[in-house]
């Protein structure tokens, strides 16, 4: 066959695939394999993570430990169950699923392959575990008992609430370290006391992590919370424990914000993630100890978010993940301090973990690849694709996704996701969908899967729309400085944003400015409502687990969301400088406005945004006759976790959306 006559035959082939790719649709994610808890083998020829499949008939994520052979890529499950761990000498995987009290309790399993055996049987089950240097004892966290237990058959079970989210239905009780052999034996209770082990989400970036062990097994590093209430995990400090005695040292002089400490794999320094400032709405920076005055900002230079830090295995280099404009980025951060960005090409980085001699595992997806794990290293390389979960959905038509970047009037530069609708026609008109993100201190990425929109990108460019996602000041992918752009200004900074970014979109074309809606979960709800009562150019909205009244999320909310509120506003509702913000920047204040069609939904069960907003806009606007539908998710907490609802929950908010975009 010619040249010529090959060519013909491959572009005939390429025309037929592509006309016989189908647009995705909601249900078509349920192929979906989600990838999480990389771990490297200690010499760095496995990989362990975590299979998560959805279960649509047992409507449940099954998550199966999984084993990668990084030079070949076989794959081996060792069993059900999540956050794989290996032993130092690497014969062993420890994980967590169910056990004793159908709590989860720490297995273990030989890497080649066997039965788990149950190494931990606490009553109230393992947060957070890791193994000793020598491998000979595991650290974990678990809850203390409840002191009201024994009163509660006697109804004489009344308690104390202080800053806990307002479905607490029991005392909080404070989580400590506790130490188990591996080879069996009892558990040791390593601390005491009413402050915790920290185990609620932070206000801002950081969070609960494993204990980290000393280079020489004496010492663990963790993060202590003053207390055990579930809205107070800003009041946290890095600390240590001697293993041996039991007593417990603060590493630095700050009293809040400091998380995820761990112990360099060659001395004594513990690095750790506190904020950047100048106040704690700002970019987490990675910071360094070995003395309890010597605290050193690690990453000032690098102007970004971390949301995740590893040492290098054996070497005092640190790799740091955060968001760099519209993709998740990975940087090596050497002991002389030097920085460079690791080449991961198009991918957006969604985690990573190292390995030794420079090897890099991480979790990358494009706006049409679906997410996988590759390899890459310290030094340049183009990073290879280790597994395959996910091609099954290569085979769907996906509409374009780019970058735009815009100014607002402000000078504040901002940036986005702009994706096309499937089959784009230059001389067409589209409708427009604008999706804001939660946090706001997150960000969309140019990802397969970007933010809470989730499926909603793809699913509504099928459909034949233009999916606008803007990263507002307040996001945390373009420097501290655009993080912080939103202290003491939640609306109207953000808001400028969003439609300075719609007259951008605009001016590219192909937009039917009549046919605009817009939505978003969490406070991309909160934007979702002030845009709508201060603007009304919209066919409809969707409101989703939104914050709409700082006053509420002030005083019920868990997850950190009390401070949250202060430290974004400056204070609190009673404070003479910031009471009136706590009204003015609510949306809630502006409902009156609101005339667009709205959708609210909610799940039941939600402290980080108390379902209370939700129902305060619902009769702000049903009683003024606007078309307005309230849907409550059932036991759901922030969003659904069940694979059945939280396809139904994506379901309903694209047929409202749907459903009230008529030409």
């Excluded at 699923?97 to 190494?119: C, H, M, W, Y």
């Excluded at 000979?136 to 989210?165: C, K, Q, S």
């Excluded at 373009?478 to 993080?483: T, Y």
């Excluded at 409502?529 to 009304?536: K, P, Y």
Aim: glycine letters at 10%; one cysteine or more.
């Amino acid at each position: 066959m010619t040249p010529a006559r090959n060519l013909l035959v491959f572009m005939v082939a390429c025309l037929a695939g592509t006309a016989a790719a189908q647009p995705i649709k909601i249900q078509d994610y349920r192929k979906l394999v989600t990838i999480s808890s990389l771990a490297f083998s200690p010499s760095g020829s496995e990989l362990a993570f975590v299979k998560s499949t959805q279960d649509f008939d047992a409507d449940r994520n099954v998550k199966t430990i999984t084993v990668a052979q990084v030079s070949t890529g076989r794959l081996m499950s060792l069993a059900s169950g999540d956050d794989p761990l290996w032993s130092p000498d690497g014969k062993l995987i420890a994980f967590t699923t169910s056990g004793t009290n159908k709590q989860d309790q720490v297995f273990v399993i030989p890497v080649s392959g066997g039965k788990a055996r149950e190494l931990t049987h606490a009553k109230n089950g393992v947060q957070q575990f890791s193994w000793s240097p020598s491998g000979d004892r595991i650290a974990y966290v678990t809850p203390d008992d409840d002191p009201n237990a024994a009163a509660i058959a006697r109804h004489d079970d009344l308690f104390e609430i202080r800053d806990d989210g307002y479905l607490t239905s029991s005392v909080r009780v404070p989580s400590h370290l506790w130490l188990v052999p591996t080879q069996g034996g009892p558990a040791k209770r390593l601390t005491h006391g009413t402050w915790s082990v920290l185990e609620t989400a932070a206000p801002f970036t950081g969070g609960p992590s494993d204990p980290s062990w000393s280079r020489d097994g004496q010492f663990l590093a963790f993060a202590r919370q003053e207390n055990a209430d579930n809205s107070d995990s800003d009041q946290t400090q890095i600390a240590t424990v001697n293993v041996g005695n039991g007593e417990v040292a603060l590493l630095s002089d700050a009293h809040s914000y400091e998380y995820q400490p761990s112990f360099s794999p060659r001395g004594g320094e513990v690095a750790y993630l506190r904020p950047h400032g100048p106040t704690p709405l700002s970019g987490m920076d990675v910071f360094g100890t070995s003395a309890l005055d010597a605290n050193t900002d690690l990453t000032a230079d690098l102007d970004r978010d971390v949301t995740g830090f590893q040492w290098a295995p054996g070497s005092d280099d640190l790799v740091v993940m955060g968001g760099e404009g519209v993709k998740g980025r990975v940087w090596d951060r050497s002991a002389s301090g030097e920085i460079h960005r690791l080449s991961t090409g198009d991918l957006s980085v969604d985690q990573f973990c190292a390995g030794k001699g420079g090897l890099i595992a991480f979790v990358g997806s494009h706006f049409n690849t679906p997410p996988e794990i590759y390899i890459s290293g310290l030094a340049a390389g183009r990073p290879r694709q280790l597994t395959h979960l996910n091609d099954a959905l290569l085979k769907f038509q996906y509409g374009e996704s780019e970058e735009i970047t815009w100014t607002a009037p402000d000078g504040e530069k901002c940036d986005g996701v702009l994706t096309k609708p499937v089959d784009c026609k230059q001389e067409k008109k589209y409708p427009l969908m604008v999706w804001c993100h939660g946090g706001p201190e997150a960000y969309v990425p140019l990802a397969y899967i970007g933010s809470e929109s989730a499926y909603l990108r793809q699913t509504f460019a099928a459909r034949g729309y233009f999916v606008f996602e803007p990263n507002y000041r307040g996001s945390d992918n373009l420097g501290n400085a655009h993080e912080h752009a939103i202290y003491k200004d939640p609306g109207d900074g953000p808001y400028s944003d969003v439609l300075t970014g719609i007259i951008a979109v605009e001016a590219k074309g192909g937009i039917d400015e009549n046919r605009v809606s817009v939505g978003g979960h969490s406070y991309g709800g909160f934007m979702t409502a002030w845009l709508i009562s201060h603007d009304h150019r919209w066919k409809s909205a969707v409101v989703a687990d939104g914050a709409v009244d700082w006053r509420d999320t002030f005083n019920l909310t868990g997850d950190g969301n009390l401070g949250w509120a202060r430290d974004s506003l400056g204070g609190t509702p009673w404070d003479p400088e910031t009471a009136e913000l706590y009204r003015s920047g609510s949306p809630i204040t502006y409902a009156d406005q609101i005339t667009t069609p709205t959708f609210i939904i909610s799940g039941t069960a939600d402290e980080t945004v108390p379902i209370s907003e939700s129902y305060a806009l619902y009769h702000a606007l049903h009683e003024r006759h606007v078309p307005v539908k309230f849907v409550g998710i059932p036991g759901a907490h922030h969003s659904p976790d069940d694979p059945v609802r939280y396809e139904r929950f994506n379901e309903t908010m694209e047929e409202w959306i749907l459903q009230h975009d008529k030409s």
